[in-house]
């Protein structure tokens, strides 16, 4: 589709297994983004992603989670040891190069993650 | 981390009443966006704003980018029921990631 899109929509897990959540932005789309969002809450800031620039990660809440983006395209968001409170849903958004006048960013659906 | 102030967290209200929430920002940002979320979705941009002051309308929403720069208001006119869902401000400063309110969660009563 034209849209960004995400998968796995839906993933229960195991406390302390690995979870690897993936986006694919619309195409042409250099700037790609990663948000958690708890039930009933804002979005918090993961990661971002700007063309070639280093990443900026500060809102990574652990070192148990990394995100990748492969050939300026598909991103990764992995979480290690998986607990309970990273249940959440996990949305990937992506802008064209760069974010600015014109430029607007767009949302996946979200990938909705349980901890149990 | 670091977040917008929007207010309200939340209202309710009757069918045919206008609404109104706002942003307020510490530092200033050089765009201003509004995004509506219903549930299941992701969010879904309503109205994108550029400069300073500008006025912006699509269909019964309204939203301004203010002079300071610093703060954006969302005005939804006679609402409907499917105007129910989360509202959402963000905020961008240049290449910098985006800045999210904590949300505004609007129930209509018919």
């Known amino acids: 589709g034209a849209g960004v899109s995400q998968s796995p929509s839906n993933k229960v897990t195991e406390k302390g297994k690995d979870v690897e959540l993936r986006c694919d932005p619309i195409?042409?789309?250099?700037?790609l983004y990663w948000y958690r969002q708890s039930l009933g809450q804002g979005l918090e800031f993961l990661i971002y992603?700007?063309?070639?620039?280093?990443?900026?990660k500060s809102g990574l809440p652990s070192d148990r989670f990394s995100a990748e983006r492969t050939g300026g395209s598909v991103s990764t968001l992995t979480i290690q040891r998986t607990q309970q409170e990273d249940s959440a849903v996990y949305l990937c958004?992506?802008?064209?190069?760069?974010?600015?006048?014109?430029?607007?960013?767009?949302f996946g659906e979200g990938s909705w993650l349980t901890v149990v | 981390g670091q977040q917008l102030n929007q207010s309200p967290q939340s209202m309710f209200i009757q069918e045919g009443e206008d609404v109104s929430m706002n942003c307020t920002s510490s530092?200033?940002?050089?765009?201003w966006l509004w995004y509506k979320q219903e549930p299941g979705e992701g969010p879904v941009l309503l109205i994108a704003?550029?400069?300073?002051?500008e006025l912006t309308s699509n269909g019964r929403l309204t939203a301004q980018f203010g002079i300071t720069r610093k703060d954006s208001f969302l005005n939804i006119s006679a609402s409907i029921p499917s105007d129910v869902g989360i509202y959402f401000c963000?905020?961008?400063?240049?290449?910098?990631?985006?800045?999210f309110g904590q949300g505004t969660r609007l129930t209509i009563n018919p």
């Open positions: 958004a992506s802008s064209s190069s760069p974010p600015g006048s014109g430029n607007t960013i767009y």
């Open positions: 195409s042409g789309h250099t700037a």
């Open positions: 992603f700007q063309g070639n620039s280093a990443p900026d």
């Open positions: 530092s200033i940002f050089n765009t």
């Open positions: 704003l550029y400069k300073a002051g």
């Open positions: 963000a905020g961008q400063l240049g290449a910098q990631k985006l800045v």
